[in-house]
């Protein structure tokens, strides 16, 4: 198994802090840069799983580099470079801690919560009689505060702004953006044979005052696919959809009694199990992109990154 990617600790020029998520790790170089190492961590259920998965912090960067330049024409974001397969270096940013999720579909948490004769999403009204995986009228914000341990938690518009946590002003900037980005995504995914059923994107201010798009951008750990062929056919059946996202790990976790709560363990890893997620980001990654995958030369990932890392940082 190649060499997997589950935490870094550098010692970067300028260096100020590192902060650890739960898959990137991020450098502030002097309040002037983030450095944004994604790793090979997954998560689910807001829980680090005890095992990397080869090559998911190259696909996750990639990808979102590729969303990130298709998407700058609605609005600014952070990317300055990516001078490494797994990393991507853009303006430093106070984040906001609220992650901006938008459905297209009613599917995954959406639908679990539904299920429960819930009606209200976020503040959203949700209308009777829907099906697991139907398409919303238009599609829907849905907000989570961004929990520095433990679980997300949904949050309405109101509540938000409520708590100062986005001011309100800035909120409908937001909105506007994520609405559009949505929208852009949904295009792009359709022209690859794939429906965009859901999302989150993270925004900041940047030192000038303006809010840019940060983070990573319609990758399989921000978002769900269809796949658009057959999807109509399986829905009408009540079957479930062919899907590339993160979805199948938390189905998988699920089968096997794990969804994150006190006293639950998380199911052997086998390394067949973290091969065949490995190939699923990969399939995502060459679906998405239209573009086949270049592994990366992972033999020594670590002082393959930081020389990256530094070679841009010294040349600033």
Request: glycine residues 8%; charged residues 25%; hydrophobic residues 35%.
């Amino acid at each position: 198994m190649s060499n997997i990617l589950t935490r870094t600790n550098f010692n970067l020029p300028g260096q100020k802090n590192l902060y650890t998520g739960k898959v990137r790790d991020v450098y502030n170089i002097n309040d002037e840069y983030l450095v944004m190492v994604a790793s090979d961590r997954i998560s689910a259920f807001d829980v680090v799983l005890p095992k990397g998965i080869p090559f998911k912090g190259q696909v996750l960067n990639q990808i979102a580099a590729k969303f990130l330049d298709a998407t700058a024409d609605i609005c600014p974001n952070w990317k300055i470079s990516t001078p490494d397969p797994n990393v991507t270096i853009g303006r430093f940013c106070k984040i906001y801690p609220v992650e901006m999720i938008i459905r297209g579909y009613l599917t995954g948490s959406s639908w679990r919560t539904y299920q429960k004769g819930i009606r209200n999403i976020c503040g959203v009204a949700i209308p009777d009689g829907m099906k697991e995986h139907q398409r919303f009228p238009e599609p829907i914000i849905t907000p989570t505060t961004k929990a520095q341990e433990g679980h997300d938690e949904d949050i309405s518009e109101e509540e938000l702004i409520a708590q100062g946590l986005i001011p309100a002003s800035g909120y409908q900037l937001i909105k506007q953006y994520t609405l559009a980005l949505f929208q852009r995504g949904t295009e792009i995914a359709q022209e690859k044979g794939l429906i965009l059923v859901d999302t989150k994107y993270e925004f900041g201010k940047g030192p000038d005052g303006k809010i840019y798009l940060c983070d990573e951008i319609h990758t399989p750990d921000s978002s769900r696919y269809f796949y658009l062929d057959g999807y109509e056919e399986r829905f009408s059946r009540g079957e479930p959809q062919r899907q590339l996202s993160k979805e199948f790990v938390r189905e998988w976790l699920m089968a096997n009694g794990f969804m994150g709560k006190e006293g639950q363990q998380v199911p052997e890893m086998t390394d067949s199990w973290i091969n065949e997620i490995s190939e699923r980001y990969i399939e995502l990654y060459e679906v998405i992109t239209g573009e086949k995958f270049q592994r990366a030369d992972n033999r020594d990932i670590q002082q393959r990154i930081e020389k990256n890392i530094l070679k841009f940082l010294l040349a600033q």
